[in-house]
């Protein structure tokens, strides 16, 4: 026991000088030689991640984080690791067990922040970032992350006084850059985000992932511009720097293509008994937590979110925000035929331990639903339409569609969170033939499913807000007269995790209907694939 707790203070001492590399190197050989500690662990784990064995780190993490429950700090390089991993609910249920541990631990807070800005709990985000604030003043990261959120939700006042704080700490903080340039676009003081946005890009030591931000932003400044090409080109280079940051994680041969797996699900339908995917069993639909239950489905940049945010103004309405509750089925009847096969002959009592996890999932998120009218929306579970009229076949579909030009535009030149759909969309072709895709399988479930649907167009609900409004609602069994429909009223205390925050602030408009026509020589090579869907959703009837 003496030599043991020798070598940890060595090891504690190597760490405080600090001589990181010395530390690591003695717990090697102390965990080598048979012996076990957190502190050890730790700093193996610390050298696995150095070496690129994430998941080697994971499981000495994981080991540590048993023997010392207790140990903030070993929850926190535990969220760390999980987060490098891609597994970033994990990471932050890792960050939130570190900041409860040591609730004065600045790292914690900070981590959380960031890992539920991607996950787009803006909300969370926000208050974890003014804690670390808060407890570590001097620190110029998270006035720099708080004053990017606020730009994304076009809160230029509170943007810009966050901003201006973290320079004045560390004039090269990105994020504080970015959040300045933003305003700079929202207030269309176009030079001035211009000249920032290429200092921005002129300074060698940002990553590639910050590139591809700012090379994005200049591209709607170019746009703005109307500089036409320049902003094409400046779009380009900012997906290339998103696809050679991701390339490994979305392109590898072992992972099925989010294409391959469409194609798959489409060749099942299309041979698919109907008669089995009919609904029975529906005797425990009286056990619903909630008073009515709406999904909102279509394809990404279609307008869900600006119909789910014209539904959160009703005071009997709770939305999920993308939030998905829908995992836990989609990994047990969606991956295969064979699941497919016992998803068709499965009733709904059958299945109440899947619409069980649904609500717990939703419950964990932080989603207050019961008794209300819950809108769920998440274009891409368009795919899910099986499962989901089979958990719940007493939900009602809002399917929502565009000018797919605009579309497929609008998705190749906006930054979403990254995943495998999304990937696809870093390509004009990629993003043309996924619309195509989802929009086909569709199709071929709207034949094979008993869905309750009402079609909306977006540019209908532009023209004829109020008319659209009043028989959506009708369709959701609410009372229009109970509700505040001014969107842009609420973006400032409702957090919106998607890139409509700032546009849905700006109001209702026409601003993008039929931005595509700019832009028409670049697309013409993927417009022969959207031609069937123009002819169905490009024109609008106002």
Partial sequence: MDEESAVLREIQAAVEAP??????????????????????????????????????????????????????????????????????????????????????????????????????????????????????????????????????????????????RSLGMDPGQFMAQLALATCDFEDRRLDAADARLRGILGDGRI??????????????????????????????????????????????ARTESVPVYLSGLAAYFETADASRWKRRGETALEMSPVAGHVFVVGFPRSGT?????????????????????????????????????????????????????????????????????????????????????????EAKILFVTRDPRDVVFSCFRRRFRMNPSNYELLTLEGAARLYDSVMGLADIFRTKLPIAVLDLQHEDMVADYRNCVDGIVRFVGLNARDASWNPAERIRTRAIGTPSAAQIARGLSREGIGSWRRYADQLAPVLPILRPWVERFGVPRH
């Fill in 19 to 164: 001589d990181i590399a010395r530390a690591v190197d003695l717990s090697r050989k102390a965990l080598a030689d048979g012996r076990e500690h957190p502190l050890l662990l730790n700093l193996r784990a610390y050298w696995l991640e150095q070496q690129g064995r994430a998941h080697e780190a994971l499981a000495d993490l994981q080991r540590a984080r048993i023997l010392a429950p207790d140990d903030a700090l070993v929850a926190n390089a535990l969220g760390l690791c999980l987060a490098r991993l891609n597994r970033f609910w994990d990471a932050r249920a890792a960050f939130r067990d570190a900041a409860n541990l040591q609730q004065d631990l600045a790292p914690a807070h900070f981590n959380l922040g960031w890992v539920s800005e991607e996950l787009g709990l803006l909300e969370e985000a926000r208050h974890a970032f003014l804690r670390a604030e808060q407890l570590d003043p001097a620190s110029a990261a998270p006035p720099a992350r708080l004053a990017y959120l606020a730009a994304r939700s076009a809160d230029i006042e509170s943007a810009r006084r966050h901003a201006t």
């Fill in 207 to 252: 990553g590639p992932l910050d590139r591809g931000m700012a090379m994005g932003l200049l591209g709607d400044c170019l746009d703005a511009g109307s500089r036409v090409e320049e902003a094409f080109a400046a779009y380009s280079a900012a997906n290339n720097e998103f696809r050679s940051f991701y390339a490994t994680r979305f392109s590898e």
């Fill in 305 to 393: 979110t600006l119909l789910e945010e014209v539904l959160a103004g009703h005071p009997l309405v709770c939305t999920t925000g993308e939030r998905d509750g829908l995992d836990a089925g989609v990994r047990e009847f969606l991956g295969n035929s064979d699941g497919l096969d016992r998803l068709s002959r499965s009733d709904t009592t059958a299945l109440l331990v899947f619409r069980e996890k649904y609500w717990r999932k939703l419950r964990e998120l932080g989603v207050e639903f019961d008794g209300k009218v819950l809108v769920d929306k998440q274009p891409y579970n368009t795919v899910k339409l099986p499962l989901i009229v089979k958990l719940f076949p």
